[in-house]
């Protein structure tokens, strides 16, 4: 996806680097470092001080298993997020108000390209971080266990 997205992306932002963070990247992902670039930071401590350097968020996960922490920590952070249709399983969010859901490289990459525009990150961002305090801020988890609890 890297390879097809990034191309794409640097007609519009001739600067962009993506940075692949996460545990455990596979061998062809490790070989894109430094590559173009890209960079592959496996095995960090923590993943927020990459999410706060982003302009977008992106999550191009072919296969996902439970919720993505990191789509829900960039939103949380109020960042633009751009993720595939699994990497958004599980997550109540209004596509292209809050996040933007895009399926394949070239879908991605031209998402991307609108993320990039300030403007619409920001308002992206804002009400991807609006969502995340309504749904999963302590008092909205309390509220749906205490109605759990109740039934």
Do not use: Y
């Amino acid at each position: 996806v890297t390879r097809e997205m990034l191309p794409r992306i640097r007609k519009v932002n001739l600067a962009a680097q993506f940075h692949i963070v996460g545990r455990a990247p596979t061998v062809e992902l490790r070989a894109l470092d430094d590559r173009d670039g890209v960079r592959v930071c496996a095995e960090v401590s923590a993943a927020q001080p990459f999410l706060a350097a982003a302009d977008v968020v992106v999550a191009p996960l072919r296969i996902a298993r439970g919720i993505q922490n990191k789509v829900l920590e960039g939103m949380a952070m109020g960042k633009a997020v751009v993720a595939s249709p699994q990497a958004m399983e599980g997550i109540d969010a209004t596509a292209a108000r809050e996040v933007l859901v895009a399926d394949g490289p070239e879908a991605l990459a031209e998402a991307v390209c609108r993320a990039v525009d300030r403007e619409a990150g920001a308002a992206l961002g804002r009400h991807a971080r609006q969502r995340i305090v309504a749904d999963w801020d302590w008092s909205a988890s309390l509220r749906r266990l205490g109605a759990f609890v109740d039934a």
